[in-house]
C-alpha cells in the first residue's frame, strides 16, 4: 500500500488539474458564444482574434505596457462615419509564483478625428497614491472639486491643457463612476474597468464608452 499510495495521490492531482483545464476551456467557449450573440444583437461584428488592429491599439495606451503573458481575444468592432470602436477582452499577468496574479479586464477603445485633445491618463486612487501626493508625484487635482480628486488620479504632459477638458459636467460624470480608468492620445480613447464585463452587459458598456466619448469631444 505505501508504494500505491503516491501513486494515487498523483493520479488525483492530475485528474483534478485535467478537470480544472476543461472547466476554463469550457468557460471561455460559453463567454465567446455569449459575446458572439451579443455583438450580432447590436449590429457589431465579432472577431474571435484581429491581430492587426490589436496591435495599433497596442502601441498607444500604457495598459498594454504593464505585466506579463499579455493576451487580447473576443474582439467586437463597430465602424461608424465618425468613429470606430473596438471592444475585447484582455489580461496580463504580474508577479511571480505565490505572487502571481492575473489581471482581466474588458476594454473599449474608440478611434475619432474629434479627439484633438491633449494625452491624459486617468485611475482610481489608492491609499499609496497618497503617500506620491507627499513625494511630489504627478496628479492633477481640482481645488474646487474634491470629490474628483480624491478619486483619480489624473496624468499628463500639459496640466493647463488638461485642466480645460475637465469641465464641471466632466468631473461630475466621472465622480459618480470612481472605478473607470481612463487613456486619451490624440484621435484615440480607451476606457476599462478592472473585472470583465458579463456578456448581457455589452450594451451598457457600450453606451458608457459612447457617453464618455461625447462629453470629451464637447469639450
Known sequence: MGGLFPIIVMVVVFTAIAIAAWWANAMEKRRAEALEAAANELGLAYLPLDPGRLRAIRSKFAL????????????IVGDTEEVQIVIFDYQFETGS???KQTH??????ID???LRLPSFTMRPENFLDKFGGILGFEDIDFDTH???SD???LQGAEPE???RVFSTEVMDYFSDRPDLYVELVPGSLLLYR??????EDLRTFLAEAYQVYGLLVDR
Open 64 to 75: 498594454f505596457g504593464k505585466g506579463g503573458v499579455q493576451l487580447a481575444k473576443n474582439v
Open 97 to 99: 509564483g505565490n505572487n
Open 104 to 109: 482581466r479586464q474588458t476594454v473599449a477603445v
Open 112 to 114: 475619432s478625428d474629434r
Open 146 to 148: 474634491p470629490r474628483f
Open 151 to 153: 478619486a483619480f488620479v
Open 161 to 163: 491643457a488638461i485642466r
Open 194 to 199: 478592472r473585472s470583465q464585463r458579463k456578456p
